[in-house]
Nanobody, 115 residues
């Protein structure tokens, strides 16, 4: 079955960095677009960054220049490098793998930015 498993979250001070990982199994990873979303308490789930199957990236304005999305098709992994973290980046972060026909979600991982 399809599994997306996020890791790398936790508590970090403002200005710090975290690297989230998304390990995929059960899909032909290299044909899927990979997106990272986040959802803060009481708010909707928003797109943070995406990388297409061809490697084209896009970012939300709020994270551009601070976050970097990447993928490794050899190991069926996707990453979100988060630098210069701010308290407003605090949220549950979700990995999503999608094509025109399918969309799969990970279980989410907490990122808390606080002093």
């Amino acid at each position: 079955q399809v599994q997306l498993v996020e890791s790398g979250g936790g508590l970090v001070q403002p200005g710090g960095s975290l690297r989230l990982s998304c390990a995929a199994s059960g899909i032909l990873f290299n044909i899927y677009n990979i997106d990272w979303y986040r959802q803060a308490p009481g708010k909707q789930r928003d797109l943070v960054a995406g990388i297409t199957s061809g490697g084209t990236t896009n970012y939300a304005a709020s994270v551009k220049g601070r976050f970097t999305i990447s993928r490794d098709n050899t190991w069926n992994m996707a990453y979100l490098q988060m630098n210069s973290l701010k308290p407003e980046d605090t949220a549950v972060y979700y990995c999503n793998a999608n094509t025109i026909r399918n969309s799969y979600w990970g279980q989410g991982i907490q990122v808390t930015v606080s002093s």
